[in-house]
């Protein structure tokens, strides 16, 4: 079991950056594949991007892809997603997750779940 708590959401004006982390607690982060998912209001929860538990493998949404970069440092039981050139279309709610599935751009391949940060881009 662990437990996930995501940080550094925020409002940004449309070509700026953020950067989001999740850090974990409980059993090591390193034992799971983890992902990122965000959800706009009144929309489904949506895959942005993977990691392999090593931090070798990763893989990203089309929408996201050559903007948005995930990675982890096992070390210190964290997961991030460095967020660049930022559109309004990617307001939402963004979630961290570790997965106990295999098909990992699935959100039923994923067991727990953080909080959620808001991120907000304005036009």
């Known amino acids: 079991q662990v437990q996930l708590v995501e940080s550094g959401g925020g409002l940004v004006q449309a070509g700026g950056s953020l950067r989001l982390s999740c850090a974990a607690s409980g059993r090591t982060f390193g034992s799971y594949d983890a992902g990122w998912f965000r959800q706009a209001p009144g929309k489904g929860r949506e895959f942005v991007a993977y990691?392999?538990?090593?931090?070798?493998?990763?893989y990203y949404a089309d929408s996201v892809k050559g903007r948005f970069t995930i990675s982890r440092d096992n070390a210190k039981n964290t997961v991030s997603l460095q967020m660049n050139s930022l559109k309004f279309e990617d307001t939402a709610v963004y979630f961290c997750a570790a997965a106990t599935g295999i098909f990992l751009a699935d959100s039923k391949s994923y067991s727990y779940w953080g909080q959620g940060t808001q991120v907000t881009v304005s036009s």
């Open positions: 990691i392999r538990r090593s931090g070798d493998g990763t």
